[in-house]
T-cell receptor
Framework: DTGVSQNPRHKITKRGQNVTFRCDPI?????LYWYRQTLGQGPEFLTY????????KSRLLSDRFSAERPKGSFSTLEIQRTEQGDSAMYLC????????????FGQGTRLTVV | GNSVTQMEGPVTLSEEAFLTINCTYT??????LFWYVQYPGEGLQLLLK?????DKGSNKGFEATYRKETTSFHLEKGSVQVSDSAVYFC????????????FGRGTQLTVWP
């Protein structure tokens, strides 16, 4: 297994466009997390799935954001009508639910809204 | 509320110097504590963890002890190397089944030869 994979690695979009990111977790992991990281800050939690169920959403996740994990494997994060404030690194992580919450992170998708 | 306070960076050290990066947290209950590291161009990696009070996490010469009485989890290394240059993040979860992490802002460490 090659770890958590995120695509694309970079995305530049015009304000108002929709974007979608994909995350492929480690195959045996049933938990999947999305975080957002801006420059000089630590990652901030966005949402969490256990299998295909979305169990928790942060207040940071406005109505323009939606995440899915339809078959309990890969996940997508969509941002509609992007704004410049959405520019950030979007991180995906997965875990098995064992071992005190140890999560494995992907390399992230860097979004730039121009 | 839930928060993590890390020592402000950047930290610049010479090779073989002693490193301390302070971390304190605000959380109720019995959180698990973590240090993650992000090397240039790479994703976050778990460096070490401690799941209960007085536990010491260690890895690659780094250590941190879970101090519940001071709500701290300071990262230390006796002799840093150039290859330790990275951003270090302190984090915790709430010890529940959810496992979401609360991160500090990160501390940039640069080690010069």
């Amino acid at each position: 297994d090659t770890g958590v994979s995120q695509n694309p690695r970079h995305k530049i979009t015009k304000r108002g466009q929709n974007v979608t990111f994909r995350c492929d977790p480690i195959s045996e992991h049933n938990r999947l997390y999305w975080y957002r990281q801006t420059l000089g800050q630590g990652p901030e939690f966005l949402t969490y799935f256990q299998n295909e169920a979305q169990l928790e959403k942060s207040r940071l996740l406005s109505d323009r954001f939606s995440a899915e994990r339809p078959k309990g494997s890969f996940s997508t994060l969509e941002i509609q009508r992007t704004e410049q404030g959405d520019s950030a690194m979007y991180l995906c992580a997965s875990s098995s639910g064992q071992g005190g919450g140890e999560a494995f992170f992907g390399q992230g998708t860097r979004l730039t809204v121009v | 509320g839930n928060s993590v306070t890390q020592m402000e960076g950047p930290v610049t050290l010479s090779e073989e110097a002693f490193l301390t990066i302070n971390c304190t947290y605000t959380a109720t209950g019995y959180p698990s504590l973590f240090w993650y590291v992000q090397y240039p161009g790479e994703g976050l990696q778990l460096l070490l963890k401690a799941t209960k009070a007085d536990d010491k996490g260690s890895n690659k010469g780094f250590e941190a002890t879970y101090r519940k009485e001071t709500t701290s989890f300071h990262l230390e290394k006796g002799s840093v190397q150039v290859s330790d240059s990275a951003v270090y993040f302190c984090a915790y979860d709430r010890g529940s089944t959810l496992g979401r992490l609360y991160f500090g802002r990160g501390t940039q460490l640069t080690v010069w030869p």
